[in-house]
């Protein structure tokens, strides 16, 4: 396995089955036009490869918060349904974290839907501690 930094058309556009099955709003050209506008900001997109077979994506920024000092927010976090519990996303868990680590990063922050318990258990094995509770307006003209 081999984790690489996605930036080509081509990249994206190899990387996008895998990401669409947890942003599944978008459609191929409305991902990847969303994904370019975040890159202009600093979100850049590790995945790893096996045998020409994208595994798994995670979309993250890496920036400073009065909160977390310099960390690393992970955006975007899926493994192909396909190889779920095959190694890979482990893989590229700790991948970031020796990108954090590497980067001068104190910490490493993720969101994760309620629903996600497949998830939440991977990511207490991994370290996390659920800490609190994001709360968000998701359409602020109705409020």
Not at 5 to 16: G, N, Q, T
Not at 57 to 77: E, P, R, S, T
Request: glycine share 6%; with cysteine; proline share 1%.
């Amino acid at each position: 396995m081999e984790v690489k930094i996605a930036s080509s058309e081509a990249e994206l556009r190899k990387i996008s089955s895998v990401l669409l099955q947890l942003r599944s709003q978008y459609d191929e050209d409305s991902l990847i036009d969303q994904i370019r506008l975040q890159q202009a900001e600093g979100y850049q997109i590790a995945y790893v490869e096996k045998d020409d077979v994208v595994l798994c994506v995670a979309g993250f920024v890496m920036c400073n918060k009065l909160a977390w000092q310099k960390h690393i927010y992970v955006d975007d976090l899926v493994t192909g349904a396909a190889v779920r519990s095959t190694g890979a996303g482990k893989f590229l868990m700790d991948w970031l974290k020796n990108h954090a680590r590497e980067h001068g990063c104190q910490q490493l922050h993720l969101d994760s839907g309620v629903q996600r318990f497949a998830a939440h258990k991977f990511y207490l094995r991994e370290g996390f501690e659920l800490n609190s509770h994001h709360f968000g307006i998701p359409d602020l003209n109705a409020h």
